[in-house]
DNA sequence: ACATCTTTGTGACAATTTTCACGACATAAG
DNA sequence: CTTATGTCGTGAAAATTGTCACAAAGATGT
């Protein structure tokens, strides 16, 4: 599947957010950029930024900057922006109903296809062109997904979990207050708003004159 | 307002978390938990949990665990689950109309005490239990608040987060796909859900066999 | 053509964070 | 009392991540 494992986790993360804002800067129709540019726009140092693109090898020219044009195109062949990977979103409550009308096909590669509710009412509907299922015909259905994007009520989570993986999704993304065990080989990202909310409030207490942070 | 600098800025985003499940086990009756056990739980290295609790100083007895009332009153006292910190929520849009429902103050120090919209069909009414005023009466409005949940158009979240600062908010956690520009002092913390379902993605395709991790 | 200005890419270093591994103490059982 | 087992707290080592600062290369202007 892939090779560079030399790439550390930390610029990882940064990268889907650069290839955003690389993006942006094409659509506006610049020609080029430099990293201290960039470093304005995504908040990130600049030498962070050096740091980050030079573990694929030069992008850039000395005393010119990226060209946008091909930063673009490299961070689409990275981030592999031309195979759409096919994304199921389970629990179609407020946050669900906020993920199907968010319209990440736009520009990436992940497109919402289907999502699963329990709600009678809610079945058979459809929000942002995502059509809606019962919850039962999830391992029906669920053949070419690979990701999973889980809303549900907490006690759901580890139940649910379970089913997404017997129908063969690698990737969760984890609202849910639930940490689930998932087995070897899956990859889980948990995003808990409650806790997010209270680090947030823990940092402008006890760190009250920094500089911003990634939560 | 605050004394120990000493703590990593690791482990403090980690508090919450920790507090969480600690609440967790002293709801379902739980009187010790080991490291070991709550490294389970919450999906983080027991030496990371324990070394995390040492900057506190000593939380546990050796070959018995930590006294999980002990522990909870610990973090209360921590977090500053005493004080109510009040929240404004800016936008209610889907996202926005789903954190109006999560009902934050259940185990939290935080409570959203009223929302801004430019909808005039929103203003005037309240969605789980939280006042919805005109975003024109936001300066208005927001005295006593200090920190501020972003959930509006991308093309609306600098100048609001200005309006904010203005009224004095001291931390925002941004929604939005805008790297916001703040002065020192203020905190923002951002969450993408674009740059989030992304970069699962990436992991999932090119570190394949890795544990889960942390967004 | 030349001097000057910009900006990259990176070696060296600093800071942060995680992990290992072990001494010390607790508890329980024989 | 002694042994076996479990667990913390923490020095020390390792791994990861971030920052500085500068030579080299190319861009720009006259």
Redesign the interface.
């Known amino acids: ?2 090779e ?2 030399k ?1 550390p ?1 930390a610029t ?2 940064r ?3 650069y ?3 690389i993006n942006n800067l094409h659509i506006q129709g610049k020609l080029r950029v430099s990293s201290k540019e960039l470093s304005e ?3 990130v140092d600049s030498a962070t930024i050096r740091r980050d693109f030079s573990y694929f090898g030069a992008l850039g020219k000395k005393g010119y900057g990226y060209n946008v044009e091909y930063l673009l195109e490299f961070f689409r062949k990275t ?2 922006q031309d195979e759409k ?1 096919p ?1 199921a979103l389970i629990g179609v ?3 669900g ?3 199907l ?2 319209n ?1 096909t736009k520009n ?3 497109k919402i296809e289907m999502a699963f509710d329990a709600d009678p009412n809610k079945v058979g509907t459809e929000i942002g062109g995502v059509p809606i299922y019962h919850i039962d015909e999830l391992e029906q259905k669920l053949s070419e997904v ?2 999973a ?1 889980l809303t549900v009520p907490l006690a759901e989570a580890q139940n649910i979990t379970e089913r997404l993986i017997k129908s063969g999704v ?4 984890n609202f849910t ?1 639930a ?1 689930i065990t ?1 087995p ?32």
């Open positions: 599947m892939s560079q494992n790439i986790q990882a993360k990268l889907p957010l290839y955003r804002f726009a995504v908040k981030l592999d990977t994304v409550g407020n946050l109903t906020a993920f009308n968010y990440f990436n590669n992940t690979q990701a994007i690698t990737g969760i993304l207050p940490r998932v070897e080989g899956v990859r889980v990202h948990h995003i808990d708003l409650s806790v997010e909310l209270q680090s947030l409030v823990y940092f402008m207490k006890h760190y009250p004159l920094d500089t911003d942070e990634e939560a």
